[in-house]
Antibody, heavy 121, light 110 residues
Framework: EVQLVQSGAVVKKPGESLKISCKGSGYSFINYWIAWVRQMPGKGLEWMGIFYPGDSKVRYSPSFQGQVTISADKSISTAYLQWSSLKASDTAMYFC??????????????WGQGTTVTVSS | QSALTQPASVSGSPGQSIAISCTGTSSDVGGYNHVSWYQQLPGKAPKLIIYDVDNRPSGVSDRFSGSKSGNTASLTISRLQAEDETDYYCNSYTSANTRVFGTGTRVTVL
């Protein structure tokens, strides 16, 4: 079964760093793009960026460029989303999602269960 | 990069058809045939229901269909059912080599 399993919910303080993960299984991890999507409480979906494990290409949405880092360790089929200094406004649910095919033109058809990040002093 | 514009809510009676619009610019919706639509049930991850404007993934009901004209894409839900009551988002490829979501639409079945 093709699936993405994300790391568990986390509570952090402002200014702390964080790295959340998304492990792929049931498919060739290096051949599909992995995207990260933010959903703030009670709000809509926001595209953060997308990563290709095959050659480490990354494309950030302008709103998130410089705010987060997207990476992956293809040896363990795991993608990451990280912050160096969290803010309260980073409180949200974060989803990872896999491209349907080998490019990211045709939508994301496999999604992780989501990781809740709470940033509070 | 601005979110694509969707109506906040659309409603219809069971058995009717409704349409949700998604308006962008020539740099996203109008410039590429790479518009997707997602259905998101409360507390769940989004589900892909339409890709590349008018294609349905395997297993998605044929009551869902997509189209595009100029800078506006549309999702039509035919033969509306109670289970269709939830949130829907469009998503388009952009000239900045990224993608952007719509503002989201809540569908209510009367």
């Amino acid at each position: 079964e093709v699936q993405l399993v994300q790391s568990g919910a986390v509570v952090k303080k402002p200014g702390e760093s964080l790295k959340i993960s998304c492990k792929g299984s049931g498919y060739s991890f290096i051949n599909y793009w992995i995207a990260w999507v933010r959903q703030m409480p009670g709000k809509g979906l926001e595209w953060m960026g997308i990563f290709y494990p095959g050659d480490s290409k990354v494309r950030y949405s302008p709103s998130f460029q410089g705010q987060v880092t997207i990476s992956a360790d293809k040896s363990i089929s795991t993608a990451y989303l990280q912050w160096s200094s969290l803010k309260a406004s980073d409180t949200a649910m974060y989803f990872c999602a896999r491209s349907q095919v080998g490019d990211y033109y045709s939508g994301m058809n496999v999604w992780g269960q989501g990781t809740t990040v709470t940033v509070s002093s | 990069q601005s979110a694509l514009t969707q109506p906040a809510s659309v409603s219809g009676s069971p058995g009717q058809s409704i349409a949700i619009s998604c308006t962008g610019t020539s740099s996203d919706v109008g410039g590429y045939n790479h518009v997707s639509w997602y259905q998101q049930l409360p507390g769940k991850a989004p589900k892909l229901i339409i890709y590349d404007v008018d294609n349905r993934p395997s297993g998605v009901s044929d009551r869902f269909s997509g189209s595009k004209s100029g800078n506006t894409a549309s999702l039509t839900i035919s033969r509306l059912q109670a289970e269709d009551e939830t949130d829907y988002y469009c998503n388009s490829y952009t000239s900045a080599n990224t993608r952007v979501f719509g503002t989201g639409t809540r569908v209510t079945v009367l």
